[in-house]
């Protein structure tokens, strides 16, 4: 018997690169010949060949091919909508190497790579998304293309309530920030995107069963895509990166978790925001404020503002915060520059609570690590997951006034810090992230409903593959 060999298909940037580099370890653990297709046109700064590179000697069981493409002659269009072209315009490129190796058993494409399903239908291989997000948001993103037509644009709704299958309601403005004008490109191209989608043969999803019982009913009940198959939902995760389990896999340890070494257990609220994550000079004094009004010690990744990030990268921590503020909080707080390694840190047991942006990523591993959110969602599908992580699954609070560019003010970052930390909700809070943690850490397990899931998968495809003959 042969191996079976996938390919994966990222879409462009080193942030949709890392999630399929995690599907690919999965993939890799269960004995699966795995090669992930770069797509690299000459304009892609992003995933530049030395991202690759770096995640290529990381893993060495993976087989990375960087595949030179056109970019799309367009621009001045939309970011969202010039990636798509650009995918588009490799289909080619894709067609031909995906030709040149012995033998492909399905496709796992990333959810901006639609169009390298033509791709697929050409040459009879099976093509599955990877969904790196929750479940409840790929409930929403699939029944998108169905309720838009008949509402407002989301921004003239502002906080009105909108309400999908199988997820709690939402406000307008936690739409992705992508739809929130109705007619734009950019919703064009992602309605175009979500219905798509449901073309693929099935959909695997970075979330476990527990966490998200009642999305997954409704794409299980078809009623997200109501004039169609939903395709089938297999929950494998969570995905994370267990390499840094047990801390120094990388050598050199960080300061910044000695200095977490001396504190008391479960006393720390972290707050890093993801790759992106940059406040203005104004927000960064009132959530300075806040922590110190607050009393609890704290560990904060800083970035320089927005406006900043290209003249200073690195943030000039005296002038941004308030005068004194580093001084005062020096026995209690450590403020670190851009990066630090999060999820090191989460897993330290002097991290109490967690100030996240909800990205999905950083949620799974704030779970691992059994750590209390507070939501700040800054973009992308960040403000979505929010309203599931807080309405749904109970594992976070969320900060109010980041809406529509606003500023947070100290008393509500002090507010929540005091919430959780301190507070007999707060103490529940953490008691459902042990409960969270555990139930993840038995779907993972053998016969848990994610190994189980992937199995289906497994199954799904073999069978599929014996009806339509795919050359193997
Ligand atoms: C999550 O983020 C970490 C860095 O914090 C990265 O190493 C990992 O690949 C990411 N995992 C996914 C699934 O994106
Ligand atoms: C998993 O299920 C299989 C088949 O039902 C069984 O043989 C095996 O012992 C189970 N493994 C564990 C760890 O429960």
Not at 316 to 334: V, Y
Not at 394 to 401: E, F, R, S, T
């Amino acid at each position: 018997m042969t191996t079976k060999t996938f390919v994966l298909f990222p879409s462009l940037g080193v942030g949709h690169l890392n999630p399929m580099v995690e599907l690919a370890k999965h993939l890799r653990r269960r004995g699966l010949g795995v090669v992930v297709a770069v797509i690299d046109p000459p304009d892609n700064d992003a995933v530049s060949a030395d991202a690759m590179t770096r995640l290529a000697a990381a893993n060495p069981s993976i087989t990375f091919r960087l595949l030179p493409a056109p970019a799309s002659p367009d621009v001045g269009a939309h970011p969202i909508k010039r990636s798509l072209d650009t995918l588009r315009l490799a289909n080619p490129v894709l067609r031909e190497f995906l030709r040149s190796l012995p033998a492909v058993d399905a496709l796992l494409l990333d959810m901006f790579c639609v169009d390298a399903l033509d791709v697929a239908a050409e040459l009879a291989i099976p093509a599955y998304f990877f969904f790196a997000s929750a479940a409840s948001a790929l409930a929403v993103l699939l029944h998108l293309p169905y309720y838009y037509p008949n509402v407002p644009s989301f921004r003239e709704m502002g906080k009105a309530l909108v309400r999908f299958p199988g997820v709690p309601p939402i406000r307008a403005v936690d739409m992705l920030a992508t739809v929130q004008d109705k007619e734009s490109d950019p919703t064009m191209v992602r309605l175009y995107q979500f219905k798509r989608m449901t073309e693929g043969k099935g959909v695997l999803v970075n979330s476990f069963e527990w966490l998200e019982p009642k999305a997954l009913k409704a794409l299980a009940a078809g009623i997200c895509v109501p004039d169609k198959p939903t395709p089938r939902v297999y929950c494998i995760g969570p995905l994370v990166d267990a390499g840094k389990k047990g801390g120094n896999a990388s050598g050199e340890r960080h300061a910044c978790l000695a200095w977490l070494d001396s504190q008391p257990r479960q006393s720390v609220v972290f707050l890093c925001f993801g790759s992106k994550g940059a406040f203005p000079a104004a927000q960064l004094k009132e959530i300075a404020r806040g922590l110190e009004s607050s009393g609890h010690r704290f560990l904060w990744a800083v970035r320089s503002p927005p406006e900043e990030q290209n003249t200073s990268p690195e943030p000039d921590l005296e002038r941004l915060l308030p005068a004194g503020f580093l001084e005062r909080t020096k026995n209690r707080g450590i403020v670190v520059k851009n990066w630090v390694p999060q999820a090191e840190v989460m897993q330290h047991e002097a991290v109490g609570a967690f100030v996240t942006h909800c990205g999905w990523n950083s949620t799974l591993e704030a779970i691992m690590s059994a750590l209390p959110m507070i939501c700040w969602p800054l973009y992308a599908e960040q403000a979505l997951n929010k309203v599931f992580m807080v309405e749904e699954m109970k594992i976070a609070v969320p900060l109010d006034g980041y809406e529509e560019g606003g500023l947070v003010k100290a008393e509500e970052v002090e507010a929540k810090v005091r919430l959780v930390m301190d507070t007999e909700e707060g103490k529940k809070l953490r008691e459902r992230l042990v409960e969270t943690r555990d139930m993840a850490l038995d779907a993972i397990k053998e016969n848990g409903s994610s190994d189980v899931a992937f199995d289906e998968f497994m199954r799904d495809l073999e069978k599929n593959n014996l009806e339509n003959g795919v050359r193997s």
